[in-house]
């Protein structure tokens, strides 16, 4: 009788628990190389990052997350690793329903509203997923691995506004 209520404990306790946080994206594990075939994107950077810091685009052009389709990503690699990928969302509806998937995933996000946009946050362990939904515009979605997007903040100076640490809601 023991036995059977141990058991079915340790089966409530599997069910009840969160999905682990992301690895990666697009078969691209956190801390990878660039893919071969990644085409790279020239963009703007300090100079503190500039050798360190590069962007590219899938050949594929696009991919998902969490089904939903996400356009034209660019991932960011610091140092040649991979910690970050961003993409605009390719439908109005995308947005809502990425909102709705990663909550029931992760739990609520943090949130803040104002009158033009929309940005929420989950911590899920060692990464962050963000979604901004500005009402003008296309929703942009990034995803990043903070130890990495910590130093890469650290590095351009703007650690204090990155920060991995304290209440994400800024209070």
Do not use: N
Not at 35 to 45: G, H
Not at 144 to 156: C, G, I, L, M, N
Request: glycine content about 12%; proline content about 11%.
């Amino acid at each position: 009788m023991a036995g059977l209520l141990l058991a079915g404990l340790l089966v409530l306790a599997a069910c009840s628990s969160s999905p682990e946080p992301p690895s990666g994206f697009a078969g691209l594990a956190f801390g990878d190389p660039p893919p071969p075939a990644a085409a790279p994107e020239r963009v703007p950077l300090p100079s503190a990052v500039a050798g360190d810091l590069r962007f590219y685009t899938l050949p594929t052009g696009d991919a998902a997350f969490y089904g939903v389709r996400l356009p034209a990503p660019v991932l960011a690699f610091y140092r040649g690793r991979f910690f970050s990928v961003s993409a605009r969302l390719g439908s109005p509806g995308d947005a809502a329903t990425l909102r709705e998937r990663l909550t029931a995933a992760y739990g609520a996000p943090y949130c803040r509203d104002a009158a033009k946009m929309a940005i929420c946050l989950w911590r899920m362990g060692a990464v962050d997923a963000v979604l901004e939904a500005p009402g003008d515009s296309p929703a942009r979605f990034m995803l990043r691995y903070r130890p990495t997007a910590d130093q890469v903040a650290a590095a351009t100076g703007r650690a204090k506004d990155m920060s991995g640490g304290g209440d994400p809601s800024g209070k």
